[in-house]
């Protein structure tokens, strides 16, 4: 592929500025240097190359494992995977930060043995097996991976960089291996693909990463439908050209977010158990709303207050008639320890209310009204912050002093929590010079550099067949 035709592919993908070209040069120049390094490591021949975005979610923290909903969208910031196919079924895996991420080789089968937690290779693992548990692939490949700053998906930062390597890596397997699926159906595969490293996640990030498209948030419905229940409700809203988004890393990380992730997933599952004991047709938080519930909007708090506990362990639980059997399942699934205490309340009550304030805010989107879906932005902050205890104290201050700029319409916390980024929102053209005195603050109240990019809507997954031969 020539400069000229590289560049012509690169602007269908990336949302970047048509008066400043030296962003789409400066990913050009990725490219190629990601092409020449791969040649380094594995010679001659062919070349494809893939490429899959992390994501920024506007709205909805922690509802897609509920079945609830979301409203995120595709980031420039991406992974790249250029590969080759292999006769055999090695999966030979280059990174091209090798000092950050060794070496990794594999082969194909059904139940491929993990690495440690937390190694990149898991994440390429994944989809390679369930690839062969459910289309039988049996060609592997010789592949790099670029995703070093400033393109790459920042780790730990609730911008799913995992979910991209998950995405990047099922792809170029089922292409190489001359396979297909419809984009639904393999979002759906890739999210599931992903459990192989032990969290019990939800959708959002895999179809965010599959389905984004340049310029638009995605507003998902995470209650799958059909036979199998694959199919979601998905719209589009394009983003209104008066605001930008802007992603500020924290630079917080939390070791054991895995942990406080699953706990809240038992937590949730916790509240639709202790419900069902009157609503048997509950299946998800997402059915409980004012309208099926036989309640007033306004008395949920009360509602709440006497059908769930505000703390419980789980000989309280025991108690509440909930089976043995279905507490130690839940304890094994989410890996639970036998002291732990449980806020269920509090956490159903920030999903039930999240849930609302994403159906609120996509319409605020449609309108085009910035100042609405900031308030809800800056709620939902709240909830996740008390309600949820998903946020962190240095999370707190840069939400807290973005919210104080008047440039500033809404922010919260993105991602799973426990650190990571803030997402808010701005009137476009408003100076982001503002930036520099909230990064001084912050670092003297908190000790942490602060980093920050815009956040532009750039497409989802991509694959180029025959990208380069060199
Ligand atoms: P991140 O921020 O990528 O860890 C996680 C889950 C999402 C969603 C959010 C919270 C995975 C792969 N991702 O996202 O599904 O539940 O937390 O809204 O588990």
Not at 272 to 291: M, S
Not at 420 to 429: I, S, T, Y
Request: charged fraction near 20%.
């Amino acid at each position: 592929m020539n400069p000229s035709h590289l560049t012509a592919v690169l602007q269908q993908v990336y949302d970047s500025d048509p008066a400043d070209p030296s962003l789409l040069q400066a990913q050009l120049s990725r490219y190629q240097e990601a092409l020449r390094a791969f040649r380094l490591a594995f010679g001659p021949g062919p070349v494809h190359v893939y490429r899959a975005p992390g994501r920024v979610n506007l709205i909805g923290e922690h509802t897609d494992y509920n079945h609830g909903f979301v409203l995120p969208m595709a980031l420039e910031k991406d992974i790249l995977l250029l590969a080759r196919p292999r006769a055999d079924g090695r999966v030979t895996l280059r990174n091209i930060e090798p000092a950050r991420f060794p070496d990794r080789s594999f082969t194909l089968s059904p139940s491929i043995p993990p690495g440690p937690v937390g190694d990149w290779a898991n994440y390429v693992k994944g989809p390679a097996q369930a690839l062969v548990r459910l289309l039988g692939i049996t060609h592997g490949m010789d592949a790099l991976v670029v995703g070093k700053a400033p393109f790459g998906v920042p780790i730990g930062a609730g911008l799913s960089s995992s979910s991209a390597l998950t995405v990047v890596s099922a792809m170029a397997l089922l292409d190489l291996n001359n396979g297909s699926m419809p984009p639904m159906e393999f979002a759906h595969f890739c999210a599931q693909a992903e459990w192989y490293v032990g969290t019990r996640g939800g959708v959002m990030d895999h179809f965010t990463s599959v389905l984004g498209r340049r310029g638009h948030a995605l507003f998902l419905d995470c209650r799958p439908a059909g036979v199998p229940p694959t199919q979601y409700r998905t719209e589009w809203v394009p983003l209104p050209p008066q605001y930008s988004i802007l992603v500020c890393d924290s630079g917080k990380r939390r070791a054991n977010t895995l942990s406080d992730y699953n706990v809240r997933v038992a937590e949730c599952k916790l509240g639709v158990a202790l419900l069902q004991r009157r609503w048997p047709a509950i299946t998800h938080l997402r059915d409980v709303t004012a309208e099926q519930m036989g309640f007033a909007p306004a008395e949920l708090d009360a509602f709440l207050a006497e059908h769930l506990p505000e703390e419980a362990d789980f000989a309280a639980l025991r108690q509440l008639d909930l089976s043995p059997a279905f507490l130690d399942g839940l304890a094994a699934d989410h890996r639970l320890t036998p002291t732990q205490t449980f806020r269920v309340r509090a956490r159903c009550r920030h999903v039930i209310r999240e849930n609302q304030r994403v159906i609120e805010s996509a319409d605020a989107l449609r309108a085009s009204d910035g100042r609405r879906f900031g308030r809800y932005m800056l709620e939902s902050h709240q909830s996740l912050r008390d309600d949820y205890e998903a946020s962190c104290a240095e999370v707190d201050v840069l939400v807290d002093l973005l919210a104080g700029r008047p440039e500033v319409l809404g922010a919260r916390l993105t991602g799973a929590g426990w650190g990571g980024c803030v997402v808010a929102l701005l009137d476009a053209g408003a100076e982001t010079g503002f930036m520099a005195e909230v990064a001084e603050t912050y670092k003297a109240r908190t000790g942490l550099a602060l980093e920050w990019f815009a956040g532009r809507a750039a497409a989802g997954v991509n694959g180029w067949k025959h990208f380069a031969e060199l």
